[in-house]
Every structure is written in C-alpha cells, then in structure tokens.
C-alpha cells in the first residue's frame, strides 16, 4: 500500500519535471533566439554594408539555440515514457 503510495508520487513528480524542464527549454530558446536578433539588428544598423555575414551569421547561430531547445525538449518527452 505505501509502495504504490509512493510509487504514484514519484511518477506524478516526473511528469511534473519533465514539463518544467520543455518550457524552460522554450522559454530559454525564446530569449536566446530574440538576443540574437536584436544583436543582428543592431550590427546591421551600425554597418549596413556587412548585411550578408551578418545575416549568415545570425541564422546558423539561431538554427544552433533551436537545435539545443529541441534537443531538450525531447528529453523531457523521453522522461514520461
């Protein structure tokens, strides 16, 4: 009986985990993602002439946050199961 007790908690605790850890994870990738582009725009405005690097730039580092966000949140989902 106690088992079981217990065994429930731990259960419930984990899904409770798992979710904390994907919206932290989406949450972090969000402002990662936002810093990156405002550090774009702010780059672009101060050397219009580096648009293309910039640009370049901005998209693979964006594409790695994601990479790391999705990775993460994957995770979390193999947690429940």
């Given at each position: ?14 899904g409770l985990g798992a979710a904390i850890g994907a919206g ?45 966000a999705l990775f993460a949140i994957v995770l979390c989902g193999?947690?429940?199961?």
């Amino acid at each position: 009986m106690l088992l079981s007790v217990l065994l429930q908690a731990v259960v419930s605790y984990t899904g409770l985990g798992a979710a904390i850890g994907a919206g932290l994870a989406a949450v972090g990738a969000g402002i990662g993602v936002g810093r990156i582009g405002g550090s774009a725009c702010e780059g672009i405005a101060r050397q219009p002439d580096a648009v293309g690097d910039i640009r370049t730039t901005m998209i693979i580092a964006a594409a790695l946050v994601e990479g790391v966000a999705l990775f993460a949140i994957v995770l979390c989902g193999f947690i429940l199961k």
